[in-house]
Structure formats: structure tokens, C-alpha cells
């Protein structure tokens, strides 16, 4: 699914890669695994009831689901690719994403967040380590939705229109790689969800 904009995308994940060392050792705790290079899956998830919606008029989103993938390329150890499920509350089964690096701050370190490019232009999505059982995801302008097995994905102003005023931070909880196969329609990143526990 995401691998039709390798080409356009993987050079803002280039950019964006923070050192040789420093890159694993965030993606291993990130990902829950012992090396950032090799190929590995991590789901994530987050459900919010009529009660947590009720108490936030502005957000629409009611469901999100976040696969991230390392090991995609072996010239760039510390590249990842994030695809998220997104549900609203009026419409389900969209898609975004794009390939990651782990972000820099303003001296050039590499810190413990993601960074995401949606499409090239089509938003940003960071994704920042909370604990060892959730992340924290920001989607501070939106981003580009598509639907699963669509060629032409959905204009991007319509997409973003889509995320609320409090459509901007997300905590989302580790889960079962079952939850995220419908993510992904890669045959090997679907059996390694699939014996995630």
C-alpha cells in the first residue's frame, strides 16, 4: 500500500534519521525489539467511547489503529514506515501515513520521536515513545486519507477536513499485531503481525 510512494518519500526519512546509534536504539524501544535494523513490526490502538467523545465535541476521530514497520530498507537502519487506520465519527476505513526518521532537535541530536511525511505533502505525523506500552501520536495539520485498495487517493484538503480542532494529539496503547493486519497487504509484514502477541 505505502510502498507506490518509496520513491517520492524515503528521501524526507533520510533527512530526518538521527545517528548510526542513536536511531535503533529508540526504534528497538519503540518497536519492542533488540535491533532497529532488522525487519519488525509494532501495532498500536486506541478505541474512544460515546463518553470520551460526548466530553470532546471537537474530535472526530473515534478510532485509530498505527502499524510501524522497520527494516525496509538496509541502507537507511534507522527508517521506519507508519500507516494508520483512522475511523471518524462520520466515516471509517481510511488510511495515512508515510516513511519515518527519527527527528532531530535544533543542535542536530537525534531525539525519541518519529517523524512521518504523509504522501511528500500530504501532512506530518509524529509518533513519540510515551512508556513502553503506548506512544504519543501528533497529527498537527491533518493529513492525506486514502481508502485500502484505492489508486487515486482522496484529495488532500478533503482529507484533512476530516480531523477536528482536538484531532491533534493521541495516545495510543500497544496491541496484538492481529489488530493491524488490516494495515498492510504485504504477505510478510501480515505473518510477522500475526505472531505478534
Given at each position: 500500500m505505502m510502498r507506490r510512494v518509496a520513491a517520492?518519500?524515503?528521501?524526507?526519512?533520510?533527512?530526518?534519521?538521527?545517528?548510526?546509534?542513536?536511531a535503533p536504539d529508540f526504534l528497538d524501544r519503540v518497536m519492542g525489539a533488540k535491533d532497529g535494523a532488522a525487519p519488525t513490526v509494532a501495532?498500536?490502538?486506541?478505541?474512544?467511547?460515546?463518553?470520551?467523545l460526548a466530553g470532546h465535541p471537537q474530535q472526530n476521530v473515534?478510532?485509530?489503529?498505527?502499524?510501524?514497520?522497520?527494516?525496509?530498507?538496509?541502507q537507511q537502519p534507522g527508517a521506519a514506515l507508519a500507516t494508520l487506520g483512522v475511523d471518524f465519527r462520520k466515516g471509517a476505513g481510511f488510511l495515512s501515513g508515510g516513511y519515518c526518521g527519527v527527528m532531530k532537535n535544533e543542535a542536530g541530536e537525534p531525539v525519541a520521536a518519529l517523524n512521518c511525511g504523509?504522501?511528500?505533502?500530504?501532512?506530518?505525523?509524529?509518533?513519540?515513545?510515551?512508556?513502553?506500552?503506548?506512544?504519543?501520536?501528533t497529527i498537527p495539520d491533518g493529513a492525506r486519507l486514502w481508502r485500502p485498495g484505492e489508486d487515486d487517493q482522496e484529495n488532500a484538503d478533503d482529507g484533512r477536513?476530516?480531523?477536528?480542532?482536538?484531532?491533534?494529539?493521541?495516545?495510543l496503547d500497544r496491541a496484538a499485531g492481529?489488530?493491524?493486519?488490516g494495515l498492510t497487504k504485504d504477505a510478510k509484514t501480515k505473518a510477522m503481525l500475526r505472531r505478534l502477541r
Open positions: 517520492c518519500c524515503i528521501g524526507l526519512a533520510a533527512m530526518a534519521v538521527g545517528g548510526a546509534r542513536a501495532c498500536f490502538r486506541r478505541v474512544y467511547d460515546a463518553r470520551h473515534r478510532k485509530m489503529l498505527l502499524l510501524l514497520e522497520t527494516g525496509i530498507d538496509p504523509v504522501d511528500c505533502d500530504g501532512g506530518q505525523i509524529g509518533v513519540a515513545l510515551r512508556d513502553e506500552k503506548s506512544v504519543r501520536v477536513k476530516r480531523f477536528g480542532a482536538d484531532d491533534k494529539l493521541f495516545r492481529a489488530e493491524c493486519v
